[in-house]
Nanobody, 117 residues
Framework: QVQLVESGGGSVLSGGSLRLSCTFL?????MGWFRQAPGKEREGVAT???????AYADSVKGRFTVSQDNSKRTLYLQMNNLRPEDTAMYYC??????????????WGQGTQVTVSS
């Protein structure tokens, strides 16, 4: 069973950057980052399949980059040019079914990202 632990959230000003990390124990072919803002449904942000093939939500394309370092058993989400609308709790997920699905075998506990203007 995959275990996930996220870190790296925080508060930044609009235009700033953050890097989220998610350490994982176990194996997963498709891992992803999801987010949930207050009063909104959880949504897919980025996924990575077999450590290489990536997919992004339209709202973050060109600003966010997902990557995976299997030697460190860590999934990353580099977030640049952050906007207030990126404010949310960010979750790491294992064995995701894709950006548009909330099906996953394991979820992390979440890390808060707050962007102020």
């Amino acid at each position: 069973q995959v275990q996930l632990v996220e870190s790296g959230g925080g508060s930044v000003l609009s235009g700033g950057s953050l890097r989220l990390s998610c350490t994982f124990l176990g194996d997963s072919n498709c891992m992803g980052w999801f987010r949930q803002a207050p009063g909104k449904e959880r949504e897919g942000v980025a996924t990575i399949t077999n450590g290489r093939r990536t997919a992004y939500a339209d709202s973050v394309k060109g600003r966010f980059t997902v990557s995976q370092d299997n030697s460190k058993r860590t999934l990353y989400l580099q977030m640049n040019n952050l906007r207030p609308e990126d404010t949310a709790m960010y979750y790491c997920a294992a064995d995701t079914a894709g950006l548009r699905s909330l099906v996953a075998t394991m979820w992390g506990q979440g890390t808060q990202v707050t962007v102020s203007s």
